[in-house]
């Protein structure tokens, strides 16, 4: 009922600068947390970064003034700005959305399929 579009990974290099966005549609009522997660080879997923709907924002201290994440609600697409990148981001990054379903106002946490970003020289 609700899909969400990444785009924007790929391969960049030490230092390098990426912007991931992911889309939601489908049928969303309303839409309150927008979230960004990566799972590195070999290891668990984890938080990097996610927005409230009042603009909120909290980030995991690997990402700290390196990555900046914004929302567009109108569109509800949400981003995920990384600069100075390095090896160790690279990950298979997720974006998660969670809200209110129409019409029923049910609650909804979706995935988006995920998106390679290689930091390698």
């Known amino acids: 009922q609700v899909q969400l579009v990444e785009s924007g990974g790929g391969l960049v290099q030490p230092g390098g600068s990426l912007r991931l966005s992911c889309a939601a549609s489908?049928?969303?009522?309303?839409?309150?947390?927008m979230g960004w997660y990566r799972q590195p080879p070999g290891k668990q997923r984890e938080l990097v970064a996610a927005?409230?709907?009042?603009?909120?924002?909290n980030y995991a201290d690997f990402v700290k003034g390196r990555f900046t994440i914004s929302r567009e609600s109108a569109k509800n697409t949400v981003y995920l700005q990384m600069n100075s990148l390095k090896p160790e981001d690279t990950a298979v990054y997720y974006c998660?959305?969670?809200?209110?379903?129409?019409?029923?106002?049910?609650?909804?946490?979706?995935w988006g399929q995920g998106t390679q970003v290689t930091v390698s020289s």
């Open positions: 489908g049928s969303i009522l309303s839409i309150n947390r």
């Open positions: 998660n959305v969670e809200g209110r379903l129409t019409p029923s106002a049910t609650r909804f946490s979706s």
């Open positions: 927005i409230s709907s009042g603009g909120s924002t």
